[in-house]
């Protein structure tokens, strides 16, 4: 099974993007999907995540401007980002959690700059 991220680009402070991760096939028993992302020279940092129940956390750099949603039956994971600020600059990757391992998608790059 693959994730596949996408959706990244240049944006402006101010602008919007929307990330997506779609997996390859159905992976069962999916407990938690989430967003991590990995800024230049930095460790990679929990964004936002959302449990098989659609309960949905934020990390406080992004509450209010990002939104984390899902459509299980087509295997897809979204990331609405919002007045982006040039601090959200980073790698995105998308992880899903079963039951038995994590799967990680590549990551996709957002680059926000004026």
């Known amino acids: 099974v693959q994730l596949q991220a996408s959706g990244g680009g240049l944006v402006q402070p101010g602008g919007s993007l929307r990330l997506s991760c779609l997996a390859s096939?159905?992976?069962?028993?999916?407990?938690?999907r989430a967003w991590y992302r990995q800024p230049p020279g930095k460790q990679r940092e929990s964004v936002a995540s959302?449990?098989?129940?659609?309960?949905?956390d934020y990390s406080e750099s992004v509450k209010g401007r990002f939104s984390i949603s899902r459509d299980i039956a087509k295997n897809t994971l979204h990331l609405q980002m919002n007045n982006l600020k040039p601090e959200d600059a980073a790698v995105y990757f998308c992880?899903?959690?079963?039951?038995?391992?994590?799967?990680w998608g590549q990551g996709t790059l957002v680059t926000v700059s004026s």
């Open positions: 992880k899903w959690t079963n039951t038995y391992r994590e799967f």
């Open positions: 096939r159905t992976i069962g028993g999916v407990r938690i």
């Open positions: 959302i449990t098989a129940g659609g309960a949905v």
